[in-house]
């Protein structure tokens, strides 16, 4: 086990990193008492899956612009 002050481990931070992906147990301290304990993630990411909004279904007049909104962006309503 591997104890640091929080003040200590500004300067170890790299190195108390790798040493809690290594296994090792990193515990923090403030004031004489334990605050932290570094451990590495262990859980991979998510990785996201084709077709995930398969289940969205878009109106046949989805890209249909009414022209008073076209004329509203182009500055040509009175």
């Known amino acids: 086990m591997i104890e640091r002050t929080v003040t200590q481990a500004k300067g170890q931070l790299s190195a108390l990193v790798e ?3 290594s296994g090792q147990e990193v515990i923090l301290s403030r004031a004489g008492k ?3 304990k570094i451990v590495p993630i262990t859980e991979p990411p998510r990785t ?3 077709g995930g909004l398969k289940h ?3 109106p046949d007049d989805f890209d249909l ?3 008073e ?3 509203s962006f182009e500055g040509s309503l009175p």
């Open 19 to 21: 040493a809690a992906l």
């Open 56 to 58: 969205l279904v878009l």
């Open 69 to 71: 909104i076209i004329a």
């Open 65 to 67: 612009t009414d022209d």
């Open 34 to 36: 334990a605050v932290v």
């Open 48 to 50: 996201r899956a084709p």
